[in-house]
């Protein structure tokens, strides 16, 4: 479920349950407010597809389910210090559709597989179509190119697009002219994810260290604890 919170008076203003997903496949990951068009849009991972959610009614629909851009590549194989990340029982990590981000003028969401070297991204007024069908929705979808292994994405004011990566303890950011700059590279970054920016000029970033779960580790917890949030100042300042 999601929860609407007024943070003026501390009070619950809406539950979306999302009773229409089948949530025996479903299982949603990262959101985005779409404030000009009354929309939230959740990457499904679960389903290889991007969630529209109507913040009025409550209702869902799916776009470009089990899509080529929403889909884990199967040859895209996440390794840390030569190990390849793998379950137990050898299958290999993998997660579909994944790191969302919105654009500041609400036109476009850029997403991306964890499991796929390219990020894309398509506009949010093709998405809002409910008359569109996934195969015409394809159509629409722009490969913004080449960043790598990444997982949570984050747009800032200025056109930049955040994306973290475990692969080589980075935070990296693709430019408007579509250049890909690494903003941060520290050992402490262990499985950087969720990100947020501040009004001070600050990206503020929490490490999962995912990789050092028992499931990947042979039964083995690695995990370092205490897990921490970061922040790095933001390109311009």
Excluded at 61 to 89: C, H, Q, W
Excluded at 98 to 126: M, P, R, V, W
Aim: glycine fraction near 8%.
């Amino acid at each position: 479920k999601l929860l609407k919170i007024n943070t003026n008076t501390n009070q619950i203003e809406h539950i979306y349950r999302f009773d229409d997903l089948d949530k025996t496949k479903s299982g949603l990951n990262d959101m985005r407010i779409d404030h000009k068009r009354n929309l939230a849009y959740l990457s499904d991972p679960g389903q290889a597809a991007i969630i529209i959610l109507d913040l009025k009614t409550g209702l869902t629909r799916k776009a470009l389910t089990g899509s080529r851009f929403t889909l884990a590549d199967p040859d895209v194989l996440l390794s840390y210090n030569g190990i390849e990340m793998r379950s137990e029982n050898g299958k290999p990590f993998s997660s579909n559709v994944n790191g969302i981000a919105l654009s500041h003028d609400f036109k476009y969401l850029y997403f991306k597989a964890i499991n796929q070297t390219h990020l894309y991204c398509i506009a949010t007024e093709f998405l809002a179509d409910a008359g569109l069908t996934d195969q015409e929705l394809e159509a629409k979808v722009e490969d913004k190119g080449e960043v790598g292994i990444t997982h949570g994405l984050l747009a800032d004011i200025d056109g930049n697009i955040y994306l973290t990566s475990s692969i080589d303890y980075s935070i990296k950011y693709l430019n408007p002219e579509g250049n890909v700059n690494t903003l941060v590279r520290d050992s402490r970054i262990l499985w950087p994810d969720s990100m947020g920016i501040s009004g001070d000029g600050y990206l503020y970033f929490s490490c999962a260290q995912l990789f050092k779960d028992p499931q990947w580790n042979k039964g083995a917890d690695k995990v370092e604890l205490p897990y921490y949030v970061f922040k790095v100042k933001l390109p311009k300042f």
